[in-house]
């Protein structure tokens, strides 16, 4: 029987916020154990929440970035549950009423290849609510300690409708909506941090079923890649078990992303078991339009929003464009040297290739990099208008990159620039025929490439200076 893939995502990302949810405590990473703590984040008797309206902020922004309708009201609800992560022995969450319903996340597929564009997809979400973060267990070999730093923290939920059906499609979700949370200034969504994590949840169903399959958590996937990994374990899983006549069990089990294998944990929980109600010690928050008008014009321009107007507006390829827009910094780069330039092809491929390469060959990040839009635009412009070659640019750049010259002041103190004396260039082609009278006779006998060893022996020859259009003009006339 053949089967179809069912999932849906539940992804936390922490919010980049100054202090904790509902205390001053600072929020961080890396601190010693348990100092990011106060009475609140503890829940020392008598210790009352407070509200922090950066992290609203953060989801309102969140919801409009990803479509999200803004709910004019939400509340915030106990979710219980007894575990040494939570002080309180409740989460302070929300349940009926979130902030942010529905909303999509627009993803694409892999291509046929690396340079062509995959198929585009809108994922839609069911919520996204706001809560804070537990602690965290570190386990020992004779022992479990419980830090409480991570307490507390901000944490955003987001649910996606079960409306993913391969490993590729929830892999694509996670880093488009990785992508967007970035951008917008939510979070960092660094995994190692514990920034973002996800929980799949996947079923299996025959192919033209509509009605949905028993499904299977999958946890503690820190990774994009072991996401996609994961699931595709999952389902191959499944598979098996119904192909060898077994049923397929509602539980949360455990992938090991080094092993490849999972693990059964626990029978998986339903709502009703966390005894939800709302939380007395918090008021409703109310949204109204002037709030959003405030949110509305900081909003950044989306990832593929972007790559379209780069596609149309630049007719940049789309092998640039998929380089340049995951990154607001080295779009917004791409954007002032493709202005002072007036060539964005020439520019973004410079950006995409050379910058990309000396930055990663360097450590270094684009913000701290010498070369800054003005050199790519006048190296560009040097290169268009015939002073400098495109391999002599490459040496230039090099420099450049270096120095933080301008590309004009390294090519006039190295003495880089094009030859375009025809006396000179004549010179170098005639003994490059006489050098190699094999490629001038198959050049005569109708073969063009063998023109490209002359051009190539002249180019040699000139240190890579001699003007190449005018090389491939005398050296057409002298063999004529």
Known sequence: MNYEAVIGLEVHVQLKTASKMFTRVAAGY???ENTLTDPVVLALPG?????????LDKIITAGLILDCAIAPVCKWDRKNYFYPDSPKNYQISQYDQPICVGGTVEIELPGPSRNVMG???KIPLTRIHLEEDVGKLNHG???????????????MEIVSEPAMHSADEAFAFLTALRTAMVQGGISDCDMEKGQLRCDANISIRPVGETKLGVKVELKNLNSISFVRDGIAHEIRRQVAVLGSGGTIVQETRDYDGQTGASQSLRSKEMAHDYRYFPDPDL?????DEAWLAVIRPTLPERMFDRQRRYLEQFQLPYTLTSVLVPSLALGAFFEEAAKLSGKPQAAANWITND????LAAAGVELAASKVRPAHIAGLVKLVESGVISSNIAKEVFVAMFATGEQADAIVERKGLKQSTDTGELEKWVTDAIAADPKAAAG??????????????????????KANPQLVDQIARKLLA
């Open 30 to 32: 890396g601190q010693p």
């Open 47 to 55: 210790a009352l929440p407070v509200l922090n309206k950066e992290a």
């Open 119 to 121: 198929e585009h997809k």
């Open 141 to 155: 070999a004779s022992d479990s300690l419980v830090d409480y730093n991570r307490a507390g923290t901000p944490l």
């Open 283 to 287: 008021m409703p928050v109310k949204v």
């Open 355 to 358: 910058l990309q390469r000396e």
């Open 443 to 464: 050049f005569k006998g109708g073969n063009e490439k063998a023109l490209n060893a002359i051009k190539g022996a002249v180019m040699k020859a000139s240190k890579g």
